[in-house]
Each structure stands twice: as structure tokens, then as C-alpha cells.
């Protein structure tokens, strides 16, 4: 079957300091491969996507990028801010799934001034 | 603002009681999926509804069930519930065959379960 596993939090990080996720996938098939975040009290936002190998998403200074040879996609983000506290989630789908979308875990992250 | 509605948002139940939760989905979209977030971790699919039929299923008991109505609404019943039932419910509208991405989250409805 479809798994993702992410790195466990809390991560807390100071304001500037880099800031990286762990991400890495079982599929059955060719998935595309999502991060989403969830402020405190909202829904789901799409962070970024990639729908292919060697694929670099990025938004708001966040970037991952598709590694279909050791089966990762870690987000990344070079200088965080306190906005950036917030749960992120790793996620995949199949084609032939439709949009059934298959969540890691989550990492909840903590930034202060 | 993704234009996906959920209510209530927060909702006390016990044990053996039944639930519906709501949703309203962003104008123009005509598919509604369904998942838990149980605490400390990530949502799990419970199904989707296209056309206001079932269009896919995760691995959820039968009394868990939904409706999908021609305003393209829905509803996420839940009989006999349970305490590990205790969950925000999300709902997610999209296009049918649009790509994920366009797949558009509502806030949720914080499910406890005495």
C-alpha cells in the first residue's frame, strides 16, 4: 500500500535559522507528492507540489524536491519566520486513486523571536 | 478563505450517540472528500462523493456514512460512535478530474467523544 512517514516534532527553531522536514514514501505506482500546512484553528493549505522525478516545488520560500531514487521529498525553508509555526504535513496520491490524498504523520514546528 | 464550509465546529458527544456533520463546498466544485485527524496526527481518508454517489472509500466501518446533495453539499454521518471516533473531521471540495491541487480544505468540526 501508500504510506508517508515525516520526521516527528516538535521542531523549534529561532527566527532565521533553517529549517528542514523529512519526507519519504512507499507507493504503489507513480504518486505525486504534496506538502501542506495547517495554521492553529484552519484548514489544510497546499504549500507546494511535485508531479514528477527531480521535480522542485516551492512557495513562500519553501522548497522540496521529487527524489524518486531514495524516495524522499523534505521540505525546506532557508530563513523562517514566527508565521512559518505551524503543522506540516507530507503527502502523496495516485492517478488511479483519484483525489484520494495519503498524509504522513505531521511536524508540528515552532518558531520564536 | 478557501470557500469550503464546515458546522458546527465544535461538537460533544457520547458514546453510542449518532452524528452528522456538514459541509458546504466551494462554488463550482461538484466532488466532496471526507477525512479524520485523529490528535498528533495526519488526516486519513474516509471517502469521497461525486454526483451524489460514493466515489471511493478508506478503510472506515459502514456506520460511518455520507450523502452528497444537488447543491453539491454534504453530509458525514456517524452511528454507534465511539470514543476513538474523537476527531477533527475535515471536508475537501475539488473538480472532479482536476489535479490535486486544486483541492480546497474547510476548517473542520472538532468531534469529542465522552
Known amino acids: 500500500g501508500n504510506s508517508v512517514t515525516q520526521m516527528e516534532g516538535p521542531v523549534t527553531l529561532s527566527e532565521e535559522a533553517f529549517l528542514t522536514i523529512n519526507c519519504t514514501y512507499t507507493?504503489?505506482?507513480?504518486?505525486?507528492l504534496f506538502w501542506y500546512v495547517q495554521y492553529p484553528g484552519e484548514g489544510l493549505q497546499l504549500l507546494l507540489k511535485?508531479?514528477?522525478?527531480?521535480d522542485k516545488g516551492s512557495n513562500k520560500g519553501f522548497e522540496a524536491t521529487y527524489r524518486k531514487e531514495t524516495t524522499s521529498f523534505h521540505l525546506e525553508k532557508g530563513s523562517v519566520q514566527v508565521s512559518d509555526s505551524a503543522v506540516y504535513f507530507c503527502?502523496?496520491?495516485?492517478?488511479?486513486?483519484?483525489?484520494?490524498?495519503?498524509f504522513g504523520g505531521g511536524t508540528r514546528v515552532l518558531v520564536k523571536p | 478563505e478557501t470557500g469550503v464550509t464546515q458546522s458546527p465546529t465544535h461538537l460533544i458527544k457520547t458514546r453510542g450517540q449518532q452524528v452528522t456533520l456538514r459541509c458546504s463546498s466551494q462554488?463550482?466544485?461538484?466532488?466532496v472528500s471526507w477525512y479524520q485527524q485523529a490528535l498528533g496526527q495526519g488526516p486519513q481518508f474516509i471517502f469521497q462523493?461525486?454526483?451524489?454517489?460514493?466515489?471511493g472509500r478508506g478503510n472506515f466501518p459502514p456506520r460511518f456514512s455520507g450523502l452528497q446533495f444537488p447543491n453539491y453539499s454534504s453530509e458525514l454521518n456517524v452511528n454507534a460512535l465511539e470514543l476513538d471516533d474523537s476527531a477533527l473531521y475535515l471536508c475537501?471540495?475539488?473538480?472532479?478530474?482536476?489535479?490535486?491541487?486544486?483541492?480546497?480544505f474547510g476548517s473542520g468540526t472538532q468531534l469529542s467523544v465522552l
Open positions: 475537501a471540495s475539488s473538480l472532479q478530474g482536476a489535479p490535486n491541487e486544486k483541492l480546497f
Open positions: 507507493a504503489t505506482g507513480y504518486p505525486s
Open positions: 511535485a508531479t514528477k522525478a527531480d
Open positions: 503527502a502523496l496520491s495516485i492517478k488511479a486513486a483519484g483525489n484520494k490524498l495519503t
Open positions: 462554488s463550482g466544485h461538484n466532488t
Open positions: 462523493y461525486y454526483r451524489e454517489e460514493e466515489n
